[in-house]
Nanobody, 126 residues
């Protein structure tokens, strides 16, 4: 059974940085998609960034500011967030898809993630 636990959220001023972590327990393969999502109050959930053996992808809203990475030795997924903006305020979730191997569409709206963490809150003040 795969379990995902996020950490690293907090409050920061605009222009600041945070690094989110997603600790994974259980067996996962980098051939499958791992991703960060976010959801702000009253808004739809948004896919932010994804990682697998094929590569990384980013939502346009975070390109150039956020970097997704994975430490296989620590079995941990990261999201480095720089130049944060108030509109980045949201609950951030880590997710894993154990069904689509070597996908190039990890951020596609049709990709179904079957494992989710509990989320970590990020608040950016202006």
């Amino acid at each position: 059974q795969v379990q995902l636990v996020e950490s690293g959220g907090g409050s920061v001023q605009a222009g600041g940085s945070l690094r989110l972590s997603c600790a994974v327990s259980g067996y996962i393969s980098s051939g499958y998609c791992m991703a960060w999502f976010r959801q702000a109050p009253g808004k739809d959930r948004e896919a932010v960034a994804s990682y697998n053996n094929v590569g990384t992808t980013y939502a346009d809203s975070v390109k150039g500011r956020f970097t997704i990475s994975k430490d296989n030795a620590k079995n941990t997924l990261y999201l480095q967030m720089n130049s944060l903006k108030p509109e980045d305020t949201a609950m951030y979730y880590c997710a894993y898809n154990s069904r689509a191997l070597y996908s190039r569409a990890c951020l596609s709206s049709t990709m179904v993630y079957n494992y989710w963490g509990q989320g970590t809150q990020v608040t950016v003040s202006s």
